[in-house]
């Protein structure tokens, strides 16, 4: 395999320049020089999907809106990240994330904690711009500690991710299309019968929302036990 040389490369982010390394991304270069791009299925250590869209950004010359998260950079390009049909687009796209379940925050274990409901309030959506479509799923409560809510899930995949890229179990995946996608435990059984699931808690505490939770845990101990994952995941590969 022939590996591509690693270039410096200059561009603007919002009028302003900025360098980084072609293999570098848009999202990546924008937070080395503390520019804040909203981000949902990005998890830092494990690959990018560009499944959510939440960062999403302009590049000039290009008709459609980029996901900042799994953009290389190039040179001379010139990114916007904060116009007005940037913030509409993305305050739609959160609208459909919670048009498309059951995000009732008042009776869910992430309340106050919890990654999508932070987004909504970050970006000022007051109310959902699309018609709820109330789709239900079973819940699975079968595993003695965890539970899988898909009513609470936006189908980031870093459960998905983790439990492949860093637990090295792979015992989740996508089954279904569309609105009836879910995550499933080896080829849809119960999360108590996995056979490749190690219990190691690990896709629970990167779930941005409250569908992957720990049963009888204190809200502390969720914190301390979240930090610690995420620091492991985040420096994957340097132990
Ligand atoms: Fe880029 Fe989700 S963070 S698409």
Redesign the pocket.
């Known amino acids: 395999m022939i590996r591509e040389k690693v270039r410096v490369k200059t561009f603007k982010i919002n009028g302003v320049d900025v360098t980084g390394q072609s293999n570098q991304t848009i999202?990546e270069v924008a937070r080395d020089n503390g520019i804040e791009i909203?981000?949902?299925?990005?998890l830092e250590g494990l690959s990018?999907?560009?499944?959510?869209?939440?960062?999403?950004v302009e590049i000039k010359g290009s008709r459609e809106p980029t996901?900042?998260?799994?953009a290389k950079i190039k040179e001379g390009i010139e990114v916007t990240t904060n116009s007005s049909k940037i913030e509409a687009t993305r305050k739609m796209i959160l609208s459909m994330m919670f048009s498309e379940r059951t995000h009732t925050c008042s009776t869910c274990v992430a309340n106050g904690d919890c990654e999508l409901q932070n987004k909504s309030v970050e970006l000022e959506l007051q109310h959902s711009q699309v018609p709820y479509l109330n789709k239900r799923f079973e819940i699975d409560a079968s595993h003695k500690n965890f539970v899988n809510d898909p009513n609470r899930c936006i189908l980031?995949t870093r459960c998905i991710r983790v439990c492949d890229e860093i637990e090295g179990a792979h015992a989740l995946d996508l089954a279904g299309r569309g609105l009836s996608t879910r995550i499933i435990h080896d080829m849809d059984e119960p999360w108590a019968d996995s056979q490749s699931c190690t219990s190691c808690g690990k896709c629970v505490y990167v779930c941005p929302t409250g569908a992957l939770y720990e049963k009888d845990v204190s809200e502390e101990e969720v914190i301390k036990k979240r930090g610690i994952i995420l620091e492991l995941v985040k420096n994957r590969g340097k132990y």
Do not use: D, F, N
């Open positions: 999202l909203p981000t949902l299925c990005h990018c999907v560009g499944s959510c869209r939440m960062c999403i996901p900042a998260c799994t980031c």
